[in-house]
Antibody, heavy 123, light 109 residues
Framework: QLQLQESGPGLVQPSETLSLNCTVSGGSISSSSYYWGWIRQPPGKGLEWIGTIYETGSTYYNPSLQSRVTISVDTSKNQFSLKLSSVTAADTAIYYC???????????????WGQGTLVTVSS | ELVMTQSPATLSVSPGERVTLSCRASRSITSNLAWYQQKPGQAPRLLISGASTRATGVPARFSGGGSGTEFTLTISSLQSEDSALYYCQQYNDWPPLFTFGPGTKVDIK
């Protein structure tokens, strides 16, 4: 059974860079032919797609965050990562990683999801 | 920009009753719509993809319908464990820009 697990600091200073990893178990990112994404949810609010990566490193980002976001993949560790620069309190959220639902197609739903990790931006 | 709206924002329903949630897109997304259920402290769980295809393990009381701009999620007989937030998500746009609706909260009376 495919499982995803987010990891990284729970507290980030304003203006610093938020860095998170998503470790995939029960399956391999390489040769999976799936896209892998990041979604966030501010406390008590709705869901926002951040960006997506393919095993080859091809990426798609939400235009509203594109100038600050970098998503990368490390197939040797079976991980993909998120970096969000110049964070403010507005970036405080639960950050989820997830697999896209259809092989070789970026347009699709997200399933499964990691359990999420809360990142607070505060000094 | 494609905007997703959901109604109602909240509803309170008795067990056994039929519940219909609505999701509307600001322009046609054909059938490129998914529904998720989110319980407190948990990640969203996929219920429906392609507007009407139930995900693996999802009870048959959940059904999705609609196309174009108007979509519904129906729970045929509400169970206590169905108390949750329900979100719709479109995946029609290209370049990809996946957007979610604001959610509908379902409470049990």
């Amino acid at each position: 059974q495919l499982q995803l697990q987010e990891s990284g600091p729970g507290l980030v200073q304003p203006s610093e860079t938020l860095s998170l990893n998503c470790t995939v178990s029960g399956g391999s990112i390489s040769s999976s032919s799936y896209y892998w994404g990041w979604i966030r949810q501010p406390p008590g609010k709705g869901l926002e797609w951040i960006g997506t990566i393919y095993e080859t490193g091809s990426t798609y980002y939400n235009p509203s965050l594109q100038s600050r976001v970098t998503i990368s993949v490390d197939t040797s560790k079976n991980q993909f990562s998120l970096k969000l620069s110049s964070v403010t309190a507005a970036d405080t959220a639960i950050y989820y990683c997830a697999r896209h639902g259809r092989k070789q197609l970026v347009r699709g739903w997200f399933d499964p999801w990691g359990q999420g990790t809360l990142v607070t931006v505060s000094s | 920009e494609l905007v997703m709206t959901q109604s109602p924002a909240t509803l309170s329903v008795s067990p056994g009753e039929r519940v219909t949630l609505s999701c509307r897109a600001s322009r046609s997304i054909t059938s490129n719509l998914a529904w998720y259920q989110q319980k407190p402290g948990q990640a969203p769980r996929l219920l429906i993809s392609g507007a009407s295809t139930r995900a693996t393990g999802v009870p048959a009381r959940f059904s999705g319908g609609g196309s174009g701009t108007e979509f519904t999620l129906t729970i045929s007989s509400l169970q206590s464990e169905d108390s949750a937030l329900y979100y719709c998500q479109q995946y029609n746009d290209w370049p990809p820009l996946f957007t979610f609706g604001p959610g509908t909260k379902v409470d049990i009376k």
